[in-house]
């Protein structure tokens, strides 16, 4: 069923800005709470919080990088925010309590996804609240999202073991930050702590590919694919199909066997 969309742009406690998006329809849906690309809350981040409410789900997605003092030069990509895993939980709280006052919102029912940079904080969020899923694209695998930081102050491996939800992972043989083998890391991780997950590697995507907004970069037969596989996993998860007495690994994979992760570029 696909829902007619309001939308609205609300606080967060604390001053976070945020754009809700939500069925124009009776009810309760499950929520989900959106975390943006490098970007910051650009159209592309407020756009896939309209698609998922048009799937029936309550969606919010705030302005992580609200403190950049400059957004502009941020949502051009001139400038960049770092935010540590420690910022992230404090942030995703108070995106939670923003949609526990939204009437529509099933909090029964919460997932928490992110996107390229903010691809990690989903797990780490994870690793400390009980959500019902935590959703990683194009992030969190890479050579640097396991080292321990000033910004990652626990190792990423660890996170991995604390999570008590079901994880969905979305990535592209073509992405040039993260590569196949960094990806099965990924997936064997959360196999060594018997984590349930629905993980994808599309071919010929690079890093970015479900951004429309940067054609050089998207690629809609795989962003289609994976969009649809993500609802699938969403839908599941919220009717109790993945029970935690269970564990479920769930692994599509599909590369070129000349692959190269050396040729691998960065696309617009």
Known sequence: MTYSVVSENIACPGGMPAYLARPDAKGTFPAIILMHERYGLVEHAKDLARRCAQDGFVVLAPNFFYRHPDQGQLNAGASRYDMSDPESVELLHAAVAALGNISAADMGKLAVAGYCQTGRHPLVFAAEVKIQAAVVWYGAASKREWDVTKLQPCALDDVIAAVDCP?????????HIISVEDVRRFRNALEQHKKSYDMHLYAGAPHGWLNDTMPGRYRKAQADAAWNA??????????????????RWRFDSEFRTDYDFSKNRRQE
């Open 167 to 175: 994880v969905f992972g979305a990535f592209g043989s073509d992405d």
């Open 230 to 247: 993500q609802q699938r996993f969403l839908r599941e998860v919220f009717a109790g199909e993945w029970p935690g007495n269970a564990v």
